[in-house]
């Protein structure tokens, strides 16, 4: 069965930083893109990072661009979001989800994220 | 960027009675490999998304065959054939043709 486990969400200041981290398992991790979307509290989905199956390529929405950092580790079946300055308008939930470059196929759980002081 | 449309933004059906909703998008979603990379998802009250169509038409696996998907290019459509109860929750469209991926604003489904 395929699963996808966030973690690392929490409460922290504007300027801050947090990284999430998304634990794969059930299918093979190193042959997916892997992708991060966020879900403000009341409102729809907002695409934020892609990650080609090696690492090779990554994509962000502008909005956090220069801020964010998405990377994987294919040998421990992980996927990271290392996020830095963080603004009021980065609150949300946080999904994890398999594919990229077709399909969003499987998602997490999702981990929320307050910005707040 | 490309954006999707969403129309209704919301929907109250009769149970057992069609339900559909309409994605436009402000260019052409068919990618340079021929595919056009337009899906639906669903998402329950208090769950994530779950892949619901992919490639416009095809439904993922474990999906009830009263959904389905249809169009081309720019404009795309999903039917639910009879709604039962469990398929409250709100719709979103979506396109990965091109970076960034974007999502329709959503349609929410709801029993009348």
């Known amino acids: 069965e395929v699963q996808l486990v966030e973690s690392g969400g929490g409460l922290v200041q504007p300027g801050g930083s947090l990284r999430l981290s998304c634990a794969a398992s059930g299918f093979t991790f190193s042959t997916y893109w892997m992708t991060w979307v966020r879900q403000a509290p009341g409102k729809g989905l907002e695409w934020v990072a892609s990650i080609k199956q090696d690492g090779s390529e990554e994509y962000y929405v502008d909005s956090v661009k220069g801020r964010f950092t998405v990377s994987r580790d294919n040998a421990k079946n992980s996927l990271y979001l290392q996020m830095n300055g963080l603004r009021d308008e980065d609150t949300a939930v946080y999904y994890c989800a398999r594919g990229g470059k077709q399909q969003l196929e499987c998602w997490g759980q999702g981990t929320l994220v307050t910005v707040s002081s | 960027d490309i954006v999707l449309t969403q129309t209704p933004l919301s929907s109250p059906v009769t149970l057992g009675q069609p339900a559909s909703i309409s994605c436009r998008s402000t260019?052409?979603?068919?990618?340079?490999?021929?595919?056009?990379?337009l899906s639906w998802l669903q998402q329950r009250p208090g769950q994530p998304p779950r892949l619901l169509i992919y490639y416009i038409s095809n439904r993922f696996s474990g999906v009830p065959d009263r959904f389905s998907g249809s169009g081309a290019g720019t404009d795309f459509t999903l039917k639910i054939s009879r709604v039962e109860a469990e398929d409250v929750g709100v719709y979103y469209c979506?396109?990965?043709?091109?970076?960034?991926?974007?999502f329709g604003g959503g349609t929410k489904v709801e029993i009348k």
């Open positions: 260019q052409s979603l068919v990618h340079s490999d021929g595919n056009t990379y």
């Open positions: 979506m396109q990965a043709t091109q970076f960034p991926l974007t």
